[in-house]
């Protein structure tokens, strides 16, 4: 069976929405983390077979995103490209699709990018607007438009929001933020338990940022107008306190809830981008690898819980590669929330949950704390929902580099019901 | 073989296509104008034709203009006026065609070019790059002969007109439909079909008689009556004999031949054009402008094609040169990876890339999209990332061989082994830098000047172990780019600024003896120079002129010493513009007068001040410069007199209706330069001495190679 390895990752500081990308569209960033992979790895952008592009958004005016990165990458016009959807797991996707291609001989070389520009999630007419103003367009006289313009009635003009429909399941009817709430009922999370995971993400990822260890990961980006550089995450708080988080009120269920924006991954614009190919293919081209895709599973739960998908995931990737969640050296679980993260914790060890929602397995473990998220998660440096899939791959190889760690696992939960796993292995 | 040929197509549109056989550009030879001139008279006894397309069959361009070359030999006055009557009857015929006709221009549409389309009732002109519409004649010292000073003001208005003819502009598609010069602009594709739908709607209407160009109120009303307009030429004229000093005498007549045509009518116009023309195309000025045109296609020809590609830079310093070199490439399609110390001097790199293509996009010269193209193709950060892939680094870091040479042995520890390592030194030696590499003959010299946008000039630099293969390759690049490379051999100052020296510190030295700031600049100018010798010391920066003259002092000997008043006033903190202390006063980026703070300085240590007549400004300065130039050849910085003249041209600005340096000192002979260099070394010191080489040809005159 084909080894098939990851050159490098390298990802763009990830900024809080309105914040310092906001004007920067989400193929300006893919096309930016492209090139820097490209100009890290060495490599010479003929040889790639593939561009994949993982992203949730879709922006309108970039059909295709993949291939308008690609080509304002300056990778060459006759390699192709696509681009992925899996919603929160885009980015993850893209790599899935790359040892996809790779494994069956279709590819050899696979440029993978996970973006999201949320700043620039557009806002819609209602439908009734949108039919009217399409009977203007096709009014041939202007006492025509006129008439059909008269049907407009306030209400119609009332923006929809693209990121709350883009964030809202429809099959479910909640909102991620509400699937979070259900797990707090579910497994019982009291508010303090969410609030102190939060500090203990925002002081990792301080930690981490202090000693550098992002260094090697963020490029630093340069942002028009003035092109000043970018270098850090921005957004996490450096000097996150209890007092901050006990403050904030529940966004999602105003009354009684206890999910709030401080124990929530922020709303956030970022792109990362990682080589993929065949290691045969690396070691022709004297490449070292970051490490190796050992496997790869996505399972399905339900949407109105989706939250849980990476305990469905772990427990099918581990089976795919015959391992326990016990031989993960390091893990990265993403930050969707607080509640999120600590409701998986709590299932993935349950004999109780494991009869009801996956008769016939064994719970798999424990998700340990002290080998999660080391370097703080979502909740800290924010969740671009299609490049969060690649960023906790990117970062999980760095740190088991750093620790010279053998395997990692990094997992987690999608909108719509789904959850996504990747065991990874350092060579 | 034919050059025209035409189709009728079932509406009765004609369409007529120019493709002059074996050129890849489209120019009106006499022979192509008899050919068209018989055609011409075929087509307006055709009973089948309703409506005339005119294009051309070259992909890239419509037609550049008439032959030079024919014009280059005419001596006689009345030979050029024939010329210019026959050229005006010819596309007289076009006009007197009993249909509407119509042309569909793509690329180059310049001087005849142009006054053919002017003759036509329509112009549709495509959106591409390289479309460009112009009448540069007065920039080869003559004037539009074809009917272009004639048509063109009834066209777009007196003020349009004046300014694309008098200034031999470029105007591109946006504006050209902006001030009515054309009437459509369309994507490449769609140039024929829209040209051709326009003719089918012009068939049976008569011609448009009023001027075409969207003006405001203002202008409309001053160029509407004959009163007004004098006050639009008597400004003309100002502005012009402002600019040129008396030294062109072109835009004056070509102002005076649309003046004529509007007061007297038309027929008196061409005649008067015909004449000027005549007058001009006899004149040396012009024959010297032409020989300096020949310089810029001979430097291009020079500039073989090499097999090397180079499609991917790495550009290390990201200051005003690095950047704006930086930018030069990307604009034309290479993708470039800057570097600097810090993400800061990086970013700042990366606004200035980015603020000449907004500048550029704002004048029209790149598209939006063109603009955002280019700068995707520039990445940047502090390290060498993207270097392994570059065919080609350019180091434009400070003036430090340390600095340099460590840059050098960066760049190899990456580098594939055929790259190549370009320095943009400008007082460096390019063999020194290169003896600190594994691959010296990598190494070679890439001088560009300030601004990189606008100098056409490159010095390219053979270090004594450059690769022959290496040159050819920066040479042909440097085409790509758009630039005009002169290959020298290395040496202190190299060629330019070698020349240049000797010009700036003797100008100083007559100030320290007492004269004007004011008085020696604007005899400079009024010589031809672009600017006068403060303002460039100005420009330059008087603590980089230091350094330099340093420099060339230290390897050249004493006679380029410098004199004491640029040691002094860079220790005083004089810096020139960047700092706003120079010779002259700065408020921001405007000049004022000369600074009396150093007038003072001056005075303090000299104490009298001193007339120093015209004629021997100009001696001790421009006589220098050809002493300089003849060591230069000797020496073997360079072995060709005309490259030489062409890279002091370009790079300097040396007054090219002079034709060039040695040029100018050809015209003079060698015999009165070696005397009046003698009795100058006489009374003023040896650095006059007149050299070996102008001495053995004060017996023989010195002969610049003319282009053949």
Known sequence: MKNIVIIDGVRTPYAKSGTVLKNVTADTLGAFVIKEIVARTGIDPKIVDEVIVGNAGMPAEAANIARVIALRAGIPQPIPAYSVQRNCASGMQALSSAYAQIVSGLSDVVLTAGVESMSNFGFYTTKRLKDIFTAIGRSKTLWEKVIAGLAIRPPDLVPVVGLTLGLTDPVSGFNMGQTAENLVQDFAISRKEQDEFSLWSHQKWSAANEAGKFRNEIAPFYVPPKFEAVEEDVGPRKHQTMDDLEKLKPYFDRKTGTVTPGNSSPITDGAAAALVMSGDRARELGLKPLGRIRAYAFAGNDPSRMGLGPVFATNKVLKLAGMKLSDMELIELNEAFAAQVIACEKAAASEQFFRRHLPGEQPIGEFRRDIMNVNGGAIALGHPVGSSGMRIVITLLKEMERRNLATGLATMCIGGGQGGAMIVERI | ?708
């Open chain 2, 1 to 708: 073989m034919s050059a025209f040929h035409y189709e009728i197509d079932s509406h009765g549109i004609a369409v007529l296509t120019f493709d002059l056989p074996d050129e890849k550009v489209n120019k009106l030879t006499t022979a192509v104008m008899d050919e068209l001139s018989r055609i011409l008279d075929d087509l307006s006894i055709s009973r089948t034709i309703k409506a005339l397309v005119i294009r051309s069959g070259k992909p890239d361009n419509f037609i550049a203009g008439a032959d030079i070359s024919e014009i280059r030999n005419i001596t006689d006055a009345d030979l050029g006026e024939e010329l210019s009557r026959n050229g005006q009857e010819v596309l007289q015929k076009i006009e007197d065609l009993p249909f509407p006709t119509v042309a569909a221009i793509n690329g180059a549409c310049l001087g005849g070019g142009l006054e053919l389309a002017l003759a036509c009732r329509y112009r549709v002109v495509s959106s591409g790059p390289r479309t460009v519409l112009g009448l540069p004649e007065v920039k080869l010292g003559i004037i539009p002969g074809f009917g272009g000073t004639q048509r063109l003001p009834r066209l777009v208005g007196l003020a349009n007109s004046l300014d694309m003819i008098l200034t031999g502009k470029s105007v591109y598609p946006r504006k050209a439909k902006r001030i009515g010069l054309a009437d459509e602009v369309t994507y490449k594709e769609n140039l024929l079909p829209a040209a051709v739908a326009l003719a089918k709607k012009a068939i049976d209407t008569a011609a448009p008689k009023k001027i075409r160009a969207r003006r405001p109120l203002a202008m409309k009303v001053l160029e509407s009556n004959p009163l007004t307009r004098s006050f639009i030429y008597r400004k003309a004229e100002n502005e012009i004999r402002k600019e040129t000093r008396g030294n062109y005498p072109a835009p004056l007549a070509a102002l005076d031949a649309v003046r004529h045509g509007l007061i007297h009518g038309k027929r008196a116009g061409y005649a008067h054009e015909a004449l000027l023309i005549g007058q001009l195309i006899a004149s040396p000025v012009a024959k010297n402008l032409i020989h300096v045109y020949y310089l810029s296609e001979i430097l291009k020809k020079e500039a073989r094609t090499s097999a090397v590609s180079i499609d991917h830079a790495a550009v290390t310093g990201a200051g005003i040169m690095g950047a704006g070199i930086a930018q030069l490439l990307a604009e034309k399609g290479l993708s470039v990876r800057l570097r600097d110390v810090n993400t800061k001097a990086v970013g700042a790199g990366l606004r200035t890339a980015h603020d000449i293509f907004r500048k550029r996009m704002k004048k029209g010269i790149v598209t939006a999209i063109q603009a955002r193209d280019g700068m995707d193709r520039i990445a940047g950060g502090p390290d060498l990332a993207g270097f392994a892939q570059a065919d080609l680094t350019i180091e434009a870091v400070i003036e430090n061989m340390d600095v340099k040479k460590q840059v050098l042995r960066d760049f190899e520890t990456v580098a594939r082994p055929d790259a190549i390592f370009a320095t943009n030194t400008s007082s460096l030696s390019v063999t020194e830098l290169a003896s600190a590499a594994q691959r010296p003959g990598r190494v070679v010299g890439m001088h560009f000047f300030n601004p990189v946008e606008k100098m056409p000039l490159v010095e390219i630099v053979r270090g004594k172990q450059t690769d022959p293969a290496v040159v050819a390759a920066i040479s042909a690049l440097s085409v790509k780019l758009g630039k005009l490379p002169v290959v020298v051999n290395d040496g202190p100052g190299f060629l330019v600024n070698r020349i240049l020296m000797p010009f700036l510190t003797e100008a100083a030295r007559m100030l320290e003896e007492g004269e004007s700031i004011d008085h020696i600049d604007s005899v400079l100018m009024k010589f031809g120079m672009p600017m006068g010798a403060f303002v460039l010391l100005d420009e330059i920066g008087i603590d980089v002129a230091y350094k330099v003259a340093g420099i060339l002092h230290k390897g050249l000997g004493d006679r380029v010493a410098p004199p004491d008043l640029l040691k002094r006033l860079y220790k005083e903190g004089y810096y020139g513009k960047k700092n706003g202390k120079g010779f002259y006063c700065y408020e921001g980026r405007e000049r004022k007068g000369p600074d009396p703070v150093v007038l003072s300085l001056i005075a303090s240590t000299n104490g009298h001040s001193k007339t120093i007549p015209d004629q021997e400004i100009i001696d001790r300065t421009i006589l220098l410069m050809i002493k300089e130039a003849a060591l230069c050849i000797e020496e073997g910085i360079i072995d060709r007199p005309d490259l030489l003249d062409a890279a002091l041209v370009f790079g300097i600005g040396f007054p090219p209706f002079r034709g060039g340096l040695l040029k100018f000192a050809d015209d003079a002979g060698a015999k009165e330069i070696v005397e009046k260099l003698d009795d100058l070394a006489k009374r003023l010191g040896d650095r006059f001495s007149p050299p070996k080489s102008l001495f053995e040809m004060s017996r023989d005159d010195f002969i610049s190679q003319v282009v053949s």
